[in-house]
Nanobody
Framework: VQLQASGGGLAQAGGSLRLSCAVS????????MGWYRQVPGQSRDLVAR???????IYADSVKGRATISRNNAGNTVALQLNSLKPDDTAVYYC???????????WGQGTQVTVSS
């Protein structure tokens, strides 16, 4: 299974970015689709996750600013992040997980840099 993330780049504080993740397998086969982010030297942390039933959760740091969505027909998952802050600067990773059987896949990451 391959996950291809795109949409990262340089943005100004207060702006918006939309990240997209294309998956080589039907995303309906996964229980969770998510976006994580990682700063060098720190752990990879959950940003947002959406279940196969469209239930969503968000990290406190992005609540009210982020929206995760899925396109089952196109096998894509998107993350819209608004009101960007310099603290949003990180490498963003797309993730696909299933419980039975247990599977966990990562995309290659896309850099987001927010300037103040």
């Amino acid at each position: 299974v391959q996950l291809q993330a795109s949409g990262g780049g340089l943005a100004q504080a207060g702006g918006s970015l939309r990240l997209s993740c294309a998956v080589s397998k039907s995303i309906l086969s996964f229980d969770y689709m998510g976006w994580y982010r990682q700063v060098p030297g720190q752990s990879r942390d959950l940003v947002a996750r959406i279940t196969s039933g469209d239930f969503t959760i968000y990290a406190d740091s992005v609540k009210g600013r982020a929206t995760i969505s899925r396109n089952n027909a196109g096998n894509t998952v998107a993350l819209q992040l608004n009101s960007l802050k310099p603290d949003d600067t990180a490498v963003y990773y797309c993730n696909a997980q299933s419980i039975r059987p247990p599977e966990n896949y990562w995309g290659q990451g896309t850099q987001v840099t927010v300037s103040s």
